[in-house]
């Protein structure tokens, strides 16, 4: 499978590593209503140009972009499906999340199973090399139709629900409504799917995540059948939704969007089932290490920073002799550094560094900039 006939698209809803490559391509998702609160509380003013300037938004051209608490993920796949320029160029389209991603089988043997929701695996770290591994391995990996999770089985972890209506009111707090809503669509509009959604509401699984890679002609009739539902569900609940307090409330039907997705796929497999492959997901623990600590080293790769230290640390009468070489090694390395920085940046768009303020470390980079050493070699490369 040649690299320019896949494209699988990574949602954001905060800043956090940056995946991007050419097989990889970030959409900021709730662009449009990126001021209100999310889920993980605000987005910063630094958080909004990062999400901004190096990815997609999901609300440009025809959009939902203004749903994205209620529909979460469903905004961006609307987004792709509606408005990205090369979708009729590519053989196949792709969704996964910024913290959850598919990997092979063979890692997912080495890896820590997720004790809370037991259908994902434990990486502790995003960094280039796992960016890497997941890029070549799904590149190479498309010799079907269809690639989705595995089916995620409550009742082998710690839920004990009877059947996937009960876990769904329970886990999410909610009333069976919208759940009795959906059969009631499927009954009466998508009668062929009606047998399928009996035997899946008496069962004790589904496919999470919305997470698929798939032919590009399956993604638009998934679409079609995913935002039909959806928007009926929405019309009904709307009112609802939007006088719950709750943001984990409000997202009632992104959970039911779940289950949207797992009749696509139990029809499609039924159907056609040599053509369907399961992998296993990713969870990425500490995604927020990666980017958010940091900012002491790069204050302290300032050039202001280790001119300022080699003038204070410059004793005896041999070393202040030598200080302005020292100076001239130091303008030179850094410069030089500087420059391989902007090839990497131009080559690999993941090593491009946000913005100071956006890393947990800032206050101490901050404490190191106001430091006489630091204020000093200031001086010196504003006045060489």
């Known amino acids: 499978m040649r690299n320019n006939l896949i494209k699988i698209f990574i949602g954001y809803h905060k800043p956090d590593f940056l995946i991007k490559s050419n097989i990889f391509e970030p959409i900021f998702l709730g662009r449009e209503i990126y001021t209100q609160e999310t889920k993980d509380g605000y987005i910063t003013d630094s958080g909004f140009s ?24 469903l905004t961006g796949i609307y987004w792709i499906w509606k408005n990205y320029s090369n979708l009729y160029n ?46 070549d391995f799904l590149k190479d990996k498309i010799e079907c139709d269809l690639i989705i999770p595995y089916m ?21 707090g909610l009333t069976n ?9 499927i009954k009466y509009k998508y009668p062929d799917y009606y047998d399928i959604f009996i035997e899946f509401s008496k ?10 890679i798939m032919k590009k002609e399956l993604f638009c009739k998934y679409c079609t059948f995913l935002f039909d539902i959806m928007f ?61 600590v940091g900012a002491v080293k790069i204050v302290e790769n300032h050039l202001s920073y280790k001119i300022g230290k080699k003038i204070i640390h410059s004793k005896g009468l041999i070393n202040i002799l030598l200080l302005p070489f020292s100076i001239i090694c130091i ?15 131009k080559y690999n768009p993941n090593s491009k560094r946000i913005k100071l303020e956006e890393y947990s470390d800032y206050d101490e980079a901050v404490r190191i900039q106001n430091y006489l050493s630091y204020k000093i070699g200031k001086i010196f490369v504003k006045n060489p």
């Open 331 to 345: 303008y030179f390395n850094h410069y030089l550094e500087k420059y391989i920085y902007n090839i990497s940046i």
């Open 50 to 73: 990062f999400l901004s300037e190096n990815m997609l938004q999901d609300n440009i051209g025809f959009n939902i972009s203004h749903l994205n608490r209620y529909f979460c993920e």
């Open 152 to 172: 995620f089985d409550f009742k082998k972890s710690l839920f004990h629900e009877i059947n996937i209506e009960e876990f769904f009111c329970r886990q999410h």
């Open 232 to 292: 009926s569900l929405f019309d009904i609940f709307e009112e609802m939704l939007k006088n719950l307090d709750s943001l984990w409330e409000k997202r009632n039907l992104a959970w039911i969007s779940e289950f949207v997705s797992t009749l696509f796929f139990l029809k499609y497999i039924r159907d056609n089932h040599n053509n369907v492959e399961f992998l296993p997901i990713s969870f990425v623990q500490n995604t927020i290490e990666n980017k958010m």
């Open 177 to 185: 409504a919208s759940f009795k809503t959906l059969e009631y669509i």
């Open 90 to 135: 590519l053989d196949y389209i792709g969704f996964m999340h910024y913290r959850r991603h598919f990997i092979s089988k063979d890692l997912s043997s080495f890896l820590k199973l997720d004790s809370d929701a037991r259908y994902s695996y434990i990486i502790n770290k995003i960094d280039y090399t796992y960016i890497k591994y997941i890029n």
């Open 203 to 212: 069962g004790t699984a589904y496919y999470p995540c919305n997470m698929f």
